[in-house]
């Protein structure tokens, strides 16, 4: 999540467009071919895993070593080289795993990495109608990029370590059994915690992970938890919650741990393995192609605008981009328990929650959305689950403390009322600034999860003083992993693309948009984006 003084730039590194100019096919196929020339070259290899696109019903790939391409409508079949080696040849979910595999071999080149899933997660960024771009530019595992708003902790790319998103399952309904070698995918998250909540997701993609619950869980013909609660730890390492935990070093994980299950291999990430797109996934049960949510921002040409999602005066309008048809997890189980509350704490897709922090926000009809609640927010001065000697030197690490600070607060009112919610979900946004800051292993990201492990000690303190522990199911994820950028692979393939004349978009740092677009219709929440000199990209980029 990004802090509230970060912005997105209404251009990212666009060649400038004329007013009303529009490109057809063959123009747009022609500057296809010429921008995925210049970007598989040698020379931009260090930061260029790959290119993606669509073209006459075939997905492909290529980089500089290699090309290969899938029928775009059966993405998870077998792939066809075209010429060297596929630049997605591995999709081992379990590789860099466990920690100590990570660790000797860190943010590896493309030729030893590996890309969990890569046909339907690709495909789907393809399948928005007007929202898609033409070509999709992924970052190197190391790839530098501060000029452009990166950071020492990186995500949004295809491969396992910035894909791998915790998962732990603990509680009622959760059959206790420690770590487990496998893997599930963000998708899976939403009819999970359907299932556990009494309630199903039909149509979606993801599945209910049935294997890892009580039998009486996942079936209609037994009573669920009374009480479902998920956890979204924004941005944190799998690996390293884990070791941390086993470790003693984060002891109210470990309780959850003690009390079910846990993925070494986490929950697959959609791609791009960005925030506002993996927050709707996980509470969605689809992929951005079917949500919508394309990315923390893309062009919409429909619009004929850019479109902000991930920023802080945005997060409360999030829904508002969100396809017919789809359906969130607190619709899904208001539908199947009528009148029951369900909850949604600091969390932007929130439609159909009974409460809400972003409804009370629409509610103050305020321009500046929750930009304008910071003078609500609880100071992290004397915060005692905040690490202080981050939160003094880190203007973004205190800003995100103090937003988990009132999450919090709002999760002990709720839990402290006599009836709960069924269903809450928790978003935590300080272990995103934790991770980037300082990348992950760092000692920054891990005092960040130390801050959430202290403020879920808590909540969980408070369910034991009500006798509510046994009565609950808890689960914990992220929507993305995190990965550590080396500060010598830089570079900009803008840069390159401009040099050769390509006429582009370049939205989120990526998602390219070719030819001569205008953006004469921009909405009145994109104003003041406008007027701005452009900033680096929020920290949930």
Known sequence: MPSSERTYPVRAEAVPSQPGSRVSAGQRAAELARAVAVLTVPALEEVVDLVAWVD??????????????????????????????????RQDPMHGVPRAAALADPSPPNDRNSYPLAGPRLASVFADPTRSPDLVVVHSAAHYWPEQGG????????????????????????????????????????????????????GVEGTVLADLL????ASPRHAP????????????????????????????????????????GGAVAEFPSVTLTNHTSA??????????????????RAAGRQVVTNEVKAWHTACDKLRPGVRTVFEAVGAARAGALTACVNEPIDRGAGYSTFELVRALESLDGPGGMADHLPSSDDDPHTSQEWASVDPDYAWSSRVDALGLTQVLQLWESADPPVLTWWNTTGTDTGHHA????????????????????????????????????????????????RVTCTGDWDEALRAAGVTFRDEGYGFLYLGDLDEDTAGPELAESAEATPQPRPAGA
């Open 151 to 202: 950071h020492l902790g990186e995500h949004g790319s295809l491969d396992a370590g910035q894909s791998r998103a915790p998962l732990l399952l603990s509680g009622a309904g959760v059959r206790a059994r420690g770590l487990i070698a496998r893997h599930a995918r963000v998708v899976d998250i939403a009819p999970t915690l359907a299932a556990l909540a009494g309630a199903s997701m039909p």
């Open 438 to 485: 300082g990348g992950p292993y760092s000692a920054q990201s891990r005092a960040s999860l130390l801050d959430a492990d202290r403020r879920l000690g808590v909540f969980l303190d408070l369910l034991d003083a009500r006798g509510l522990t046994e009565a609950t199911a808890i689960l914990l994820t992220a929507d993305h992993g995190s990965e550590g950028a």
């Open 283 to 300: 509470l969605t049960g689809v992929g951005p192609g079917r949500h919508g949510i394309l990315h923390n921002v893309y062009f919409d």
């Open 225 to 264: 938890p009374r009480y479902v609660v998920g956890l979204l730890w924004d941005g944190t390492n799998c690996n390293d919650l884990l070791a941390l935990a086993e470790a003693g070093a984060l002891p109210n994980v470990a309780r959850l741990l003690a009390r079910g299950c846990a993925l070494t």
């Open 56 to 89: 006459d019903g075939w997905l492909n790939v290529a980089n500089s070593a290699g090309a290969a391409r899938i029928p775009a409508a059966e993405p998870a079949g077998q792939w066809r080289v075209l010429r060297g080696r596929n630049p997605v040849e």
């Open 214 to 217: 009580d039998d009486g869980a």
